[in-house]
Nanobody, 122 residues
Framework: QVQLVESGGGLVQAGDSLRVSCAAS????????MGWFRQAPGKEREFVAY????????RYADSVKGRFTISRDYARTTLYLQMNNLKPEDTAVYYC???????????????WGQGTQVTVSS
């Protein structure tokens, strides 16, 4: 059984920073790809970033490149997304997910958390 639990969301102002976390338990060590997605009201869920293991490679959506940083702890039990210079268009529910392939397609991720709300006011 795999469990992913996000936390750290909240209400911030444009230009602020926020870090969201994802606590992973169960067979998550078997997954080579941990990613973040987000979904704004009325929009499709979209890729934000992923980090691979064992080669620690990352990839970001163009919309967040240079502002967001994905990382995970050494034990690979916690995934982080550091978000800097937040913009109102970053407002969404943020989800962490696990996959066994190098992919940005949400349909290829096997497990999902319940999400955490991030709201950025202008």
């Amino acid at each position: 059984q795999v469990q992913l639990v996000e936390s750290g969301g909240g209400l911030v102002q444009a230009g602020d920073s926020l870090r969201v976390s994802c606590a992973a338990s169960g067979r998550t060590l078997n997954f080579s790809n941990m990613g973040w997605f987000r979904q704004a009201p009325g929009k499709e869920r979209e890729f934000v970033a992923y980090i691979l293991w064992p080669v620690t490679s990352t990839r970001y959506a163009d919309s967040v490149k240079g502002r967001f940083t994905i990382s995970r702890d050494y034990a690979r039990t916690t995934l982080y997304l550091q978000m800097n210079n937040l913009k109102p268009e970053d407002t969404a529910v943020y989800y962490c997910a696990a996959a066994n392939r190098v992919t940005t397609d949400k349909n290829n991720y096997n497990y999902w958390g319940q999400g955490t709300q991030v709201t950025v006011s202008s």
